[in-house]
T-cell receptor
Framework: DAGVIQSPRHEVTEMGQEVTLRCKPI?????LFWYRQTMMRGLELLIY????????DSGMPEDRFSAKMPNASFSTLKIQPSEPRDSAVYFC????????????FGSGTQLSVL | AQTVTQSQPEMSVQEAETVTLSCTYD???????LFWYKQPPSRQMILVIR??????QNATENRFSVNFQKAAKSFSLKISDSQLGDAAMYFC????????FGQGTRLTINP
């Protein structure tokens, strides 16, 4: 298995633009998590899905952020409009079951909003 | 709310020596799990060790072991025979349905 695949690896955009981050979880995993990592705030859970259904989105910072999981093999995190303070590394992770099982992380997307 | 605290932003150790990274947590959940993840410069998050809170026995994975003190809500990581490849950020995490991570400890290995 190729592991959790995220794209793009790097994204540079201008303030106000729409940004879409993509994630393909490991086949067979039924839980998917989106995390954001910054120096100031560390790793923050944004949202997680179980069986493609959003379970907890309390970490989504504001309405500019949205996440979808249309099927078991694909998820997106969208920021519209983007702002400089959104600059961070965004990780997707998947697991079989809840997070108390082993989380497999993707390589992350480094987002820079100018 | 769950919180995880790593009080050591940075640690260093001589190669082949032993180092212990500290972690304390707070949770209202009765059934939860504890983890240590490693993040090398490649940015990839790698699971180091996992502990079920209901188990009294401390988890061990080769050179990595934990000291789990449930009453004190403490979960430290001991790395024995440190190697240059152990240099990374180490994150402690706690949770059940979702994980909360600490701020991390940057570990440097001195040759």
């Amino acid at each position: 298995d190729a592991g959790v695949i995220q794209s793009p690896r790097h994204e540079v955009t201008e303030m106000g633009q729409e940004v879409t981050l993509r994630c393909k979880p490991i086949s067979g995993h039924n839980s998917l998590f989106w995390y954001r990592q910054t120096m100031m705030r560390g790793l923050e859970l944004l949202i997680y899905f179980n069986n493609n259904v959003p379970i907890d989105d309390s970490g989504m910072p504001e309405d500019r952020f949205s996440a979808k999981m249309p099927n078991a093999s694909f998820s997106t995190l969208k920021i519209q409009p983007s702002e400089p303070r959104d600059s961070a590394v965004y990780f997707c992770a998947s697991s079989w079951g809840a997070a108390n099982e082993k989380l497999f992380f993707g390589s992350g997307t480094q987002l820079s909003v100018l | 709310a769950q919180t995880v605290t790593q009080s050591q932003p940075e640690m260093s150790v001589q190669e082949a020596e032993t180092v212990t990274l500290s972690c304390t947590y707070d949770t209202s959940e009765s059934d939860y799990y504890l983890f240590w993840y490693k993040q090398p410069p490649s940015r990839q998050m790698i699971l180091v060790i996992r502990q079920e809170a209901y188990k009294q026995q401390n988890a061990t994975e080769n050179r990595f072991s934990v000291n789990f003190q449930k009453a004190a809500k403490s979960f430290s990581l001991k790395i024995s025979d440190s190697q240059l490849g152990d240099a990374a950020m180490y994150f402690c995490a706690s949770g059940a349905q979702k994980l909360v991570f600490g701020q991390g400890t940057r570990l440097t290995i001195n040759p």
